[in-house]
């Protein structure tokens, strides 16, 4: 009787858990309900993992994409892919992301009916007009200078010049370095670059794997020849480094060079931003910068390297937060219009225009899939009483209420 109740406990809160994961892939957790999940994933190695397995990478954030759009049967389709991987996975894990995803699916309707009621009750200017959001958009640029416009490409298989394989398949593309005597002396390098709206996920030659945001660049050698793996990125980029001692992995961004051993993490390096900030998810990474001593980061802690004054500052971050774009979710925490605003215009190749210069300090944070269209947030802009919003084709114009 004692292990049957036993049973029955961990059923029930592995289902209160699943909920939670229902939530923060529809957007739609509450604080308390956040606040929850955070305190269950720093319990434990293994609860972060069974979450990051469940709710984070390549498969759910199709499942995700899907969801925003409301249909019904390809998300089960999703679930059906997402939930068939490549390696085994533990009952658990399956139970709870069936649970997890049966109840994001039937949350859809709901929501889509309240918030067209929400809106039929508190009409906007900006309702008539619709701004997508992003997608798997991206250019490659070849070793001979040629460009694969890789939204337009269908499937394909090709060889660069040193004989390593490409291969595009839906949103990824992956490299498989030549074999042995056919590995180029000199590296080939390619580079791919996603525009306003854009994101892409590839696999490097050395199994490393790398997801860029929207507005980024990443230059890399096509096969890593050498004692050293390395790369150069603007914009920003998770990174799922393959672990291999004897050949570091380095990122350079301008001033900042960023080495690694084998790690996830972030990385933020927009041109017109004053810090270039990387996030440690697991592992350890070392940034160093033209002055100062190089500086080791632990799991949990940013790296705020300041571009003007060259020097690197250590603080704790929450993690989720910094990389749920990767994820398929806006995480915005108490910040300033105007910041907020040139984050979503990369996503949504929208432009933005302020009647009054006040409007840009106002402050504000919300938690919401990026799969949407921009309608919901500029609503939840509005709630604020502060602000009107108004959409005229892919120009947003606020003004005070």
Known sequence: MFYHQNRMDMKEQDFEVAVWFAG???????????????????????????????????????????????DKARGWERVEAALAPKRSIGRRYRWMAWVAVGLLLLYIPYAMMRRDADRQEQPVEHRVCVVEPG???????LAD????DLEQAKAFCMREKDGTRLEKDSA???YEPAAG????????????????????????GDGSIVYLNAMSELRFPVNFVGNIREVELSGEAYFEVKEDASRPFVIRTGDLRIRVLGTEFNVRAYGGEKMVSTTLVEGRVELSARRGTPVVLHPGEQGGFSREAGDIEVKKVNVASCIAWKNGMFDIRDC?????????????????FYRQESLKKI?????????????PILELLEKTGKIRAQLNGNTVVFSER
């Open 145 to 148: 200078g040629s460009v694969v």
């Open 172 to 174: 990824f593309l992956s």
């Open 336 to 352: 300033e219009l105007e910041e907020i605003m040139e984050y979503l215009s990369r996503w949504y190749d929208i432009h933005v």
């Open 135 to 141: 997608g798997a958009k991206a250019l490659l640029t």
């Open 24 to 70: 923060y892939l529809a957007g739609n957790l509450t604080v308390e309900e956040r606040e929850r999940l955070e305190e269950w994933l720093g319990e434990s190695g293994e609860n972060r993992r069974l979450f990051e397995q469940v709710c984070a990478g390549g498969r759910f954030r199709e499942l995700n994409r899907e969801a925003a759009r409301y």
């Open 363 to 375: 402050r504000f944070g919300c938690y919401i899939t990026r799969y949407s269209d921009i309608r």
């Open 181 to 204: 005597d056919s590995v180029a002396a000199v590296p080939v390098y390619n580079t791919m670059s996603t525009p306003r709206g854009g994101e892409y996920a590839l696999k490097l």
